[in-house]
């Protein structure tokens, strides 16, 4: 299709440079999500891509590598979890998220790129720190591909080829927030360079000034000898359930940790674990010594994918001093991190197992989740076991819970919860209170966590527990949102979460979130206009690379009847790339992949009646939220050196649309999903027939 001419073309810059500092640095975690997990249009190409290259856990070890490699330097812990495989971007927790990690590890093709890293920003929802991978690139290992330091090269170089370790580094310095540099030295570096063994003192100063240098917040004075052991001193609680654990971190490779500890009264074995798997990806060792010197146990990871340490200690005599040693394994390349040490008098079979869930999965089989073993096993954890029993404690408008910001957001902007319906009469009811000053939409959404859903139902209410006139969206990936518009500044809301009536699936667990929309104020504004029914206004959006965009369509007050459809056109093709739909009076947001090239953006007002007119105005947002490592060597644009874009994105507001593009039937009718009815007064206890009409949403297990 042909470009109209332009009326102005604007350059937009990076979002942030880089992000945000992540607000719980200590718990961070990593996954590798399966293969063919959905990356917005495109699917996970991971295993499929590196198996090629290198045996399974070794190039996953090379990417760890280089996760421990920032860990080693800074006051951050990174530990392996398992994924279950929901699509990249999911709605969900911004940190701590118990489906997968805060730095997901895809790949897929992307023109013009080695890797990509999503900015952990507000707006980024979940997919804030993924780092995606370029699936065409001609990948090596570089570096050793086992778990200890660098002993040289382990594949044949080919000259285009690139090394996963170094492009790895790069893109997770870019998921903790550092921006790119000119320096070719560095690997936070703009462009390959060739392969690199490790980071800078310009890189280490560079993470240091965002997390401070690596400490031990569990050390209040040193402990690194028997004659300086920390005591593992039992409470009356802990002497009764028999069992303590302290927690502790290793914060170089010469640090050591002792313990020591006395049997509790008539106890003759027991049992220590060094629990890191998932909290960090330590490889430690775990000794435990008698006052004499005798050796009860020795015990070392069998490797960073298996890395709790567990010593089975008998014949512990009454009022005998032991001593509990922790250090690092042998010349192993992941010797800080924290950890938990756990000293059990408690028989063999009421002991946790050691062995941690398996981090990798088959390939992605159906529309949402992984079925196979693997993936059970994670799921077993959101499907059988309720994450929270209580049936009464928050079940009624008095007993709401109150939740508070999530971590790494402005005040009152933004809320997380993970909670469960315990009974099919459960009801959860959580408070949340809006920001001084607000602008935009309330978004409430919900997620089940479950291999089997819960079939749930959310309200959104004011304190006198009249639900608010509000539009519901049921999203593909099951999930359910509710959006209230023009919430009041510094009101306080009620949520309220309950089986649905003849549910299938009656009891489960869910992920809660609730925003604002504040931080959608940041984002660059494209075009501010109005339509009429039919009437279409278009941007000409220019990407200088294969970058994540997020676009928000905003529209106006207006006629129920009234509302805007958002088409994303590849100006080459003519191929529509994505589409959003909303009503009068409120927003939608989407996430697309757009490789380098022109697309169209195209407004169109719509209507749900044929005889409604009248223009309904608009504001269409977009920002980029990825980060790029530049091109390799290969590519024809100066052997490596920096090519990078100044300006990711520019856009042009067209006169008129291109003649060729037609509104035709909306991609995604936005009355479609909204149901409102009547307020049910005999449910919540209140008179509420003279109340505006009210808004319930229903969360199914249908597909």
């Known amino acids: 299709m042909a470009v109209a001419p332009a009326e102005n073309l604007e350059a937009r810059q990076l979002l942030a440079g880089f992000g945000n500092a992540w607000a719980d640095p200590r718990s961070l975690s990593i996954s590798f999500p399966s293969e063919n997990t959905p990356i917005g249009a495109k699917n996970n190409e991971i295993r499929t891509t590196f198996d090629a290259i290198a045996p399974r856990l070794e190039w996953q070890t090379a990417i760890l590598r280089a996760a421990q490699a920032w860990s080693e330097h800074a006051n951050l812990n990174i530990g392996l979890v398992p994924d279950r495989g929901d699509a990249f971007g999911a709605v969900g927790l911004s940190s701590n998220d118990p489906r997968f990690g805060e730095l997901r590890v895809g790949a897929f093709a992307q023109a013009g790129v080695l890797a990509s890293a999503v900015a952990n920003l507000p707006i980024s929802g979940t997919w804030g720190g993924d780092i995606l991978f370029d699936s065409d690139t001609p990948w090596y290992l570089a570096n050793s591909n086992s778990q200890h330091g660098s002993t040289g090269s382990s594949a044949a170089s080919r000259a285009d080829a690139v090394d996963l370790y170094t492009i790895a580094l790069h893109e997770l310095g870019n998921a903790l927030s550092l921006s790119d540099v000119a320096s070719g030295s560095s690997v936070m570096s703009a462009s390959y360079t060739g392969a690199k063994s ?164 088959d390939p992605y089989t159906v529309k949402r989740r992984v079925v196979n073993e693997d993936a059970a096993a994670i799921d077993a954890v959101f499907s059988s076991v309720l994450l929270d029993t209580e049936t009464t404690a928050n079940n009624t408008l008095g007993t709401a819970t109150a939740l508070n910001t999530a971590p790494g957001y402005s005040q009152n902007s933004r809320y997380e919860a993970v909670g469960s319906l315990s009974s099919r009469t459960d009801l959860d009811f959580y408070t949340i209170t809006a920001p001084s000053a607000v602008s935009g939409v309330l978004n409430v959404n919900v997620a089940p966590l479950g291999t089997t859903p819960v079939n749930a139902e959310l309200f959104v209410m004011n304190l006198a527990g009249d639900r608010l006139a509000a539009k519901m969206v049921k999203n593909s990936d099951g999930s359910l949102q509710v959006q ?220």
């Not at 146990?297 to 040693?325: D, H, K």
């Not at 949520?495 to 959608?520: E, H, K, M, Q, W």
């Open 198 to 361: 490790g980071l800078t003192a310009t890189d280490i100063a560079a993470i240091q000034a965002v997390y401070g240098v690596r400490q031990d917040p569990f050390e209040l004075s040193s402990n690194n000898t028997s004659t300086t052991a920390a005591p593992l001193v039992f409470s009356s609680e802990a002497s009764a359930a028999g069992r303590l654990q302290v927690s502790g971190s290793l914060v170089s490779q010469t640090d050591v940790d002792v313990y020591s500890f006395q049997p509790l009264a008539g106890r003759t074995s027991a049992t220590v674990t060094l629990w890191a798997a998932g909290v960090s990806l330590l490889e430690g060792e775990l000794e435990v010594r008698s006052s004499k010197g005798t050796r009860l146990g020795l015990g070392r990871a069998e490797s960073i994918f298996r890395n709790n340490v567990r010593l089975s200690l008998n014949g512990l005599e009454s009022g005998e001093t032991y001593y509990v040693t922790v250090r690092r394994s042998n010349n192993t390349a992941f010797a800080v991190g924290d950890y938990r040490v756990d000293l059990d008098f408690r028989s063999a079979d009421q002991l946790s197992s050691v062995i941690p869930r398996p981090h990798d999965a």
């Open 484 to 703: 209230v518009s023009d919430p009041v500044a510094s009101e306080t809301y009620l949520v309220c979460i309950r089986t649905a009536p003849n549910a299938t699936v009656g009891t489960g667990n869910y992920v809660l979130t609730a925003d604002f929309a504040t931080d959608s104020a940041s984002m660059t504004t494209v075009l501010e206009s109005s339509v009429a029914p039919n009437e279409q206004k278009a941007v000409l959006l220019t990407s200088n690379k294969s970058q994540l965009f997020r676009i928000d369509l905003v529209a106006a007050a207006g006629s129920s009847d009234q509302g805007l459809q958002l088409k994303i056109y590849d100006a080459a093709t003519g191929e529509q790339v994505k589409a959003l739909g909303v009503v009068a009076d409120s927003s939608g947001s989407l996430f697309v992949w757009l490789p380098a090239g022109e697309y169209y953006m195209v407004v169109t007002g719509i209507t749900r009646n044929s005889g409604t007119t009248g223009a309904l105005g608009f504001s269409l947002k977009a920002d980029v939220i990825s980060d790029d490592e530049g091109p390799g060597p290969d590519d024809g644009t100066g052997g490596g050196e920096s090519t990078t874009e100044e300006d990711p994105f520019t856009t042009t507001v067209l006169p008129e649309p291109d003649p060729g593009i037609d509104p035709g039937v909306p991609s995604e009718d936005p009355w479609n999903t909204s149901v409102v009815i009547e307020c049910f007064s005999q449910y919540l206890g209140y008179s509420c027939c003279s109340r505006p009409r009210c808004q319930i949403a229903t969360l199914s297990n249908s597909k």
